[in-house]
């Protein structure tokens, strides 16, 4: 039984009110053949289970099912679904909770049970999705499944690290997938493993170093306990 199936709607809520039967009445068109159908489910993610700064709790299930959805060579429009998901991740990243604060004057993630803190509980599922479309034989795919993988998995990274060195440190964790076959989020675990409270920035040696020089180092260190 798919997520579609499982989640209960009628208690979820999108732009309008209730998620029942808007959502998944449009998150099943994604996945058929007819062009409108599929067109219809990707402005429904976008403009009725995102609207800035607030993240409807039919979100959460919905990127759950994309992430479902990426996975079949015939889901159509797959990079624009791989896109959303990065996007989805990023309106509860903490820029986006700083933004929420200023407008509403209170934190999204002040209740334990918030869509924000539910989004976040899954980003490492949501990771892991994307990244396996990396190799998609679909060049459109795998170049959207780079950009979302690197968008999602800044967030997963155990220390700092500044916005200009986001993609540097990206790469070191798709080096060590590449060289030495590894899940993406056993890389992780290693790079963060290795800069446990750490911070990486602009003025550090580390940049002047290939990714994949890192990639080797940290593997050599960590890798033979995953």
Known sequence: MSVLEETDWVRLENRNGSAHPDTPTMLLGLSSSDPQAVEAGLVHLSYELLEYPNVY????PAAQYVAELVADPRTPRRA???AWLARVVESVGDAMVREFVELAGYSPLDH????????RQIRPQL????????EDPDPAVSEAARAAAAAIGQF???FAVVEDMRD???????EIVRIFGTSTSD?????NEHWASFAIGPDNLL???EPDYWARTIFALHGERR
């Open 57 to 60: 709790s039919a979100a959460m």
């Open 80 to 82: 624009d679904l791989l």
């Open 112 to 119: 334990p049970a918030s869509t924000f803190r539910k989004v």
């Open 127 to 134: 990771l892991a999705a994307v990244a396996a479309r990396i």
């Open 156 to 158: 997963e990274f155990g």
């Open 168 to 174: 540097y440190a990206w790469a070191i964790v798709q």
């Open 187 to 191: 890389a992780l675990a290693m790079v």
């Open 207 to 209: 940049g002047h170093e």
